[in-house]
């Protein structure tokens, strides 16, 4: 893997992927554990951690942790619910998983400690979740409506002379998908981290005369905060909305 020379120093050095550990080659695929897998490692672990720790008792006035689950819980139960219907329980489980493993991925990566490493900064990590909800809300579709999924396509109401139009451009969008949800997330990561980089590198060269930046950079590390959790939750929502194409159709 080239990607783990040494970078060179600079904003965009923090993305580098390092290898680890060399591992033996799998079916010639690169299967060499890389900081990029560590970090994905501890947000699971991150997340089992305090998935346990909140529900631990289940006390009727729950503490902080409890609490915190407990939103995150309702939150994703309603998107679920606003937006799929009563039918989207049974998806409840992945939706919830998916919201927590990028939001703490977003938030682990936020940590300024030396090594630190935002998975979610990665195209290849999203398109990875964004191309398997692709296949995954196709084949729901698909076994649930068969061939009348394609209905899909057209519009409800569309006169059937517009067709040749509009189902062309329906299809486009609707195979694009995977690619808009995917950069919509690591380009807001990307962005953020290599501004906060760049800030940081003020507040250090300007020594004792770098209060103004450093301000700057607090103020960006605050909204760098709320839109990791706002990337993450988004991200759940439009999961919400494509399931809800492959199980409503055009009911909704």
């Known amino acids: 893997m080239e990607q783990e020379e040494a970078a060179h120093e600079g904003p965009l050095a923090q993305f580098t992927i390092k290898r680890l550990i060399d591992l033996p080659d799998i079916f010639g695929v690169d299967a060499d554990f890389t900081n990029a ?26 503490g902080r942790l409890q609490s915190l689950a407990e939103a995150a819980y309702g939150l994703i139960a309603s998107a679920l619910r606003d937006n799929v219907g009563p039918e989207g329980k049974q998806y409840f489980p992945f939706i919830f998983s998916l919201f927590m493993f990028i939001l703490f991925a977003n938030f682990i990566g936020l940590i300024p400690v030396p090594g630190s490493f935002t998975v979610t900064s990665h195209i290849i990590v999203t398109f990875a979740l964004a191309f398997f909800i692709f296949l995954a809300v196709t ?80 103020a960006i590390y605050g909204l760098e905060v709320i839109v990791a959790f706002l990337q993450a939750y988004v991200f759940a929502v439009l999961t919400c909305l494509y399931l809800s194409d492959a199980i409503n159709l055009h009911k909704h």
């Open 139 to 218: 084949v729901i579709g698909l076994w649930r409506h068969k061939l009348h999924f394609f209905s899909l396509f057209l519009p409800h109401g569309v006169p059937i002379y517009l067709a040749p139009l509009l189902v062309p451009i329906e299809i486009i969008g609707y195979l694009t998908r995977p690619i808009s949800l995917s950069v919509r997330l690591a380009a807001n990561m990307l962005a953020g981290h290599t501004m906060l980089e760049v800030f940081a590198g003020f507040v250090i060269a300007l020594g004792i005369f770098g209060f103004a930046p450093f301000l700057f950079v607090v």
């Open 37 to 62: 897998a560590l970090f994905m490692l501890i947000s699971v672990v991150a997340i089992t951690w305090f998935m346990m720790a909140a529900t631990r008792g289940g006390n009727l006035v729950p």
